[in-house]
């Protein structure tokens, strides 16, 4: 039969969590319905991928292997043993994609160019027919569906050869096939692609793959982590200073040579978590605000003001690299607006006039130590990852920081998703996710009051169109609208796909659900 009822019925148990946990904000959500038209008029909605966490096909029609393709190869690398060789079979399934994303109602799709489809032997070799072609189809695809694309040049995947060759990132070799990569992407596809992103949260990146060494190349050092080779003081420094450049040198390139012609705009999507006070003292309250430098202005400031944080060099001194005086140029005011990928909020504890762990008493930490408990309460309810909670306030937050910090540039929310804790649930379950719904009307009521208080927020990803290939962590944290069966990889729609629809719509009816 078919029945209709509250919402509250259902995800009560999410709310008391919320109230114990997140009571800066428990009542306002409780209460609030967010509807479409809380957004002004023109902002976008859409939904996020990225090519190696969809696509598959990853040795078809003259695809090389990238770095997490041999990443995957190694034992123990990813959880379970997985990969991202099939992934959601998006590159034969696109067309089917396509209408799930039109069918959705959303403005605009954001995904990724995979560098070694499209380039398999970076600057080294010739660019791939196949590679190109396949993206042309879903870009035409995309625009004759009315879906605006937002692409993303590069999703932490490029040619295995580039690290072979030269080390990849930390070799400022990188800059010049990054560029070239990106200067392919501009004469194939900048007549239909409008918004361009350069990178995708390279301070993540970074961090992972040369600091915990938990991503590729899997550099690390102790305390950080005990791998082969690299150093987890210095090498962070030196890959984000190339990709950086790579970045700067890449907007300059777009602004002499394409931009006016094709009438684009280009920027960069950051990682921002957003980091609170332990307690109330100001050398906590100076932590916060000196783990946000070290995090977020490590990769934003030299890009509207030409160099690193003033915290950052008072800490790293002469390991920080220093830009050249024509590279402050071109990198100041080197972006159009902002990409904001946020997931979760932490509390910040001083390490400067405290006892901390080992990898917070570490410059390239800024000597912070971060937590997601105060006095063994969480601060915020639960989600499939253990490091993210759920804290609605702290998207709103971050915009207010960015919006200050970088004088109310334009911003994008790039990505923001919740991932089901009830990892081994019976798959009727994880299709009724009230939780992943009332995440994203909770953030959404956050985000909005940012907005309404000032913030050029224009537009609104969520992450993602359908479970994926998290990652080191394989198959298991399920972010996606849609569920992929990967047996038989069919796409099968969660509650939350059916709340998105109406939501744009600007519905807001009572959820329905079908009960045989």
Same mark, same amino acid.
């Given at each position: 039969?078919?029945?209709?009822?509250?919402?509250?019925?259902?995800?009560?148990?999410?709310?008391?969590?919320?109230?114990?946990?997140?009571?800066?904000?428990? &009542?306002? *959500?409780?209460?609030?319905?967010?509807?479409?038209?809380?957004?002004?008029?023109?902002?976008?909605?859409?939904? =996020?991928?990225?090519?190696?966490?969809?696509?598959?096909?990853?040795?078809?029609?003259? +695809?090389?292997?990238?770095?997490?393709?041999?990443? =995957?190869?190694?034992?123990?690398?990813?959880?379970?043993?997985?990969?991202?060789?099939?992934?959601? $079979?998006?590159?034969?399934?696109?067309?089917?994609?396509?209408?799930?994303?039109?069918?959705?109602?959303?403005?605009?799709?954001?995904?990724?160019?995979?560098?070694?489809?499209?380039?398999?032997?970076?600057?080294?070799?010739?660019?791939?027919? #196949?590679?190109?072609?396949?993206?042309?189809?879903?870009?035409?695809?995309?625009? @004759?569906?009315?879906?605006?694309?937002?692409?993303?040049?590069?999703? %932490?995947?490029?040619?295995?050869?580039?690290?072979?060759?030269?080390?990849?990132?930390?070799?400022?070799?990188?800059?010049?096939?990054?560029?070239?990569?990106?200067?392919?992407?501009?004469?194939?596809?900048?007549?239909?692609?409008?918004?361009?992103?350069?990178?995708?949260?390279?301070?993540?990146?970074?961090?992972?793959?040369?600091?915990?060494?938990?991503?590729?190349?899997?550099?690390?050092?102790?305390?950080?982590?005990?791998?082969?080779?690299?150093?987890?003081?210095?090498?962070? @420094?030196?890959?984000?200073?190339?990709?950086?450049?790579?970045?700067? +040198?890449?907007?300059?390139?777009?602004?002499?040579?394409?931009?006016?012609?094709?009438?684009?705009?280009?920027?960069?999507?950051? $990682?921002?978590?957003?980091?609170?006070? @332990?307690?109330?003292?100001?050398?906590?309250?100076?932590?916060?605000?000196?783990?946000?430098?070290?995090?977020?202005?490590?990769?934003?400031?030299?890009?509207?003001?030409?160099?690193?944080?003033?915290?950052?060099?008072?800490?790293?001194?002469?390991?920080?690299?220093?830009?050249?005086?024509?590279?402050? +140029?071109?990198?100041?005011?080197?972006?159009?607006?902002?990409?904001?990928?946020? %997931?979760?909020?932490?509390?910040?504890?001083?390490?400067?006039?405290?006892?901390?762990?080992?990898?917070?008493?570490?410059?390239?930490?800024?000597?912070?130590?971060?937590?997601?408990?105060? $006095?063994?309460?969480?601060?915020?309810?639960? &989600?499939?990852?253990?490091?993210?909670?759920?804290?609605?306030?702290?998207?709103?937050?971050?915009? $207010?920081?960015?919006?200050?910090?970088?004088?109310?540039?334009?911003?994008?929310?790039?990505?923001?998703?919740?991932?089901?804790?009830?990892?081994?649930?019976?798959?009727?379950?994880?299709?009724?996710?009230?939780?992943?719904?009332? *995440?994203?009307?909770?953030?959404?009521?956050?985000?909005?009051?940012?907005?309404?208080?000032?913030?050029?927020?224009?537009?609104?990803?969520?992450?993602?169109?359908?479970?994926?290939?998290?990652?080191?962590?394989?198959?298991?944290?399920?972010?996606?609208?849609?569920?992929?069966?990967?047996?038989?990889? #069919?796409?099968?729609?969660?509650?939350? =796909?059916?709340?998105?629809?109406?939501?744009? +719509?600007?519905?807001?009816?009572?959820?329905?659900?079908?009960?045989?």
């Amino acid at each position: 039969m078919r029945i209709g009822f509250p919402r509250w019925v259902c995800s009560c148990c999410f709310f008391l969590g919320l109230f114990l946990v997140d009571s800066k904000t428990h &009542t306002s *959500f409780h209460e609030e319905v967010i509807k479409r038209s809380d957004f002004p008029d023109g902002f976008l909605f859409g939904v =996020a991928t990225s090519a190696y966490q969809i696509e598959g096909a990853y040795l078809e029609d003259g +695809k090389s292997l990238n770095n997490w393709d041999v990443f =995957a190869l190694s034992p123990g690398n990813i959880e379970n043993g997985d990969n991202g060789f099939i992934a959601d $079979d998006h590159y034969h399934r696109y067309l089917e994609d396509i209408n799930i994303i039109q069918s959705l109602g959303v403005d605009a799709y954001r995904f990724s160019i995979s560098w070694s489809r499209v380039l398999p032997r970076g600057r080294f070799g010739d660019v791939n027919p #196949n590679g190109i072609m396949f993206y042309n189809k879903i870009l035409d695809n995309l625009l @004759l569906r009315g879906i605006r694309p937002f692409v993303i040049i590069y999703h %932490y995947d490029f040619p295995q050869v580039l690290e072979d060759r030269y080390g990849s990132w930390l070799s400022p070799l990188m800059q010049k096939d990054y560029v070239h990569f990106a200067e392919t992407c501009f004469k194939n596809f900048g007549d239909r692609v409008k918004d361009w992103f350069t990178m995708n949260e390279p301070n993540l990146f970074t961090q992972m793959g040369y600091e915990k060494g938990t991503y590729p190349p899997s550099r690390c050092s102790p305390p950080f982590g005990n791998c082969s080779s690299g150093n987890s003081d210095i090498e962070p @420094l030196i890959v984000m200073h190339n990709m950086l450049l790579a970045h700067g +040198k890449t907007v300059k390139l777009y602004r002499r040579d394409y931009q006016h012609e094709q009438g684009g705009s280009i920027g960069i999507v950051v $990682d921002c978590f957003m980091y609170e006070p @332990l307690t109330d003292n100001d050398f906590d309250q100076e932590a916060a605000n000196r783990i946000l430098a070290f995090n977020i202005g490590w990769a934003l400031d030299p890009l509207f003001l030409g160099d690193y944080p003033s915290e950052m060099r008072k800490y790293l001194g002469d390991q920080l690299p220093r830009f050249s005086s024509d590279e402050r +140029k071109f990198m100041k005011d080197g972006i159009d607006f902002i990409g904001v990928n946020h %997931y979760a909020t932490l509390y910040a504890k001083d390490c400067i006039h405290s006892i901390c762990s080992l990898t917070g008493s570490r410059a390239i930490q800024g000597f912070v130590d971060a937590s997601k408990e105060r $006095d063994g309460i969480p601060i915020g309810a639960p &989600t499939g990852l253990g490091s993210l909670r759920v804290v609605p306030r702290g998207i709103g937050e971050v915009i $207010d920081y960015l919006k200050k910090r970088y004088h109310n540039k334009p911003m994008f929310v790039t990505e923001n998703g919740y991932s089901d804790p009830k990892v081994n649930d019976q798959v009727q379950n994880i299709l009724q996710d009230f939780d992943r719904i009332e *995440f994203h009307k909770m953030y959404m009521s956050s985000l909005a009051q940012a907005i309404r208080d000032g913030a050029d927020v224009r537009g609104y990803f969520v992450w993602t169109l359908m479970d994926d290939f998290e990652w080191r962590l394989g198959y298991t944290p399920r972010f996606g609208l849609y569920y992929v069966d990967h047996q038989t990889l #069919n796409r099968i729609p969660k509650l939350s =796909a059916k709340w998105y629809q109406d939501f744009l +719509k600007n519905n807001t009816r009572a959820l329905e659900i079908q009960d045989s």
